[in-house]
């Protein structure tokens, strides 16, 4: 267990809807990033947040959007759903130590678009 | 962020040690090489990560070439449960708790550990 936790563990839904996925990352770890795995495409990079702050992006589509609240805890929310956004989803939460980071990922949320 | 190249799949007798290679003829001076693995569609564990001493804690060893351009990890006694997709990945080494450290992903190598 990484201590991290994401909702839900599965999300089924339709072409065009829009859905939130929520990270809430080990106790004390500021920084918080989303990565999304495809069958095709393999583990990618979206986009992550620092203390509320958005700080880098990846390849994050415009239809997808995020953001950090003030206990910490991040939503990655995906809207007009298409048939290919159907993936795993991780969030990481980050571990930093003055010499190094260590990112710890979550079980994952998979989101089927039918 | 440099480029590591590893085979697709290797397989290993259980108990023996499993040793998984990883290239990385670009790494600059200033990249880490770090290695997490995933086992059947959960999320990626820290496995290890090494600048250019050999490292080695309660999981796996890490052995980096001299010339830093290959590294190996190394499970010393594989059992079922290390059956995953192990991905080395090289990135600049962090200088703030602040900054962004994206993991970039390449397919890795998926190994088996045979009873």
């Known amino acids: 267990d990484s201590g991290v936790t994401q909702t839900p563990k599965h999300l089924i839904t339709a072409t065009g809807q829009r859905v939130t996925l929520r990270c809430s990352p080990r106790s004390g770890d500021l920084s918080v990033y989303w990565y999304q795995q495809s069958l095709d495409q393999g583990l990618q990079f979206l986009i992550q947040y620092y203390n509320g702050e958005e700080r880098a992006k990846g390849n994050i589509l415009e239809r997808f959007s995020a953001q950090q609240f003030p206990d910490l805890h991040s939503e990655l929310n995906l809207s007009s759903l298409e048939l290919g956004d159907s993936a795993l989803y991780f969030c990481?939460?980050?571990?930093?130590?003055?010499?190094?980071?260590?990112?710890?990922f979550g079980p994952g949320t998979r989101l089927l678009v039918l | 962020d440099a480029k590591t190249t590893q085979p697709t799949s290797m397989d290993c007798a259980e108990g023996r040690a499993a040793n998984l290679p990883c290239n990385h003829s670009?790494?600059?001076?200033?990249?880490?090489v770090y290695w997490y693995r995933q086992i059947h569609s959960q999320g990626p564990q820290y496995i290890i990560h090494g600048l250019k001493n050999n490292e080695t804690n309660e999981m796996a060893s890490l052995i980096i070439t001299e010339d830093r351009k290959s590294s190996t990890l190394i499970l010393p006694h594989a059992t079922l449960r290390d059956t995953a997709v192990y991905y080395c990945?090289?990135?600049?080494?962090?200088?703030?708790?602040?900054?962004?450290?994206?993991?970039?992903f390449g397919k890795g190598t998926k190994l088996s550990v045979i009873p």
């Open positions: 670009t790494i600059s001076g200033n990249e880490y």
């Open positions: 990945i090289v990135r600049v080494a962090p200088y703030s708790g602040a900054g962004s450290y994206q993991l970039t």
């Open positions: 990481a939460s980050s571990a930093w130590d003055s010499t190094q980071e260590t990112q710890y």
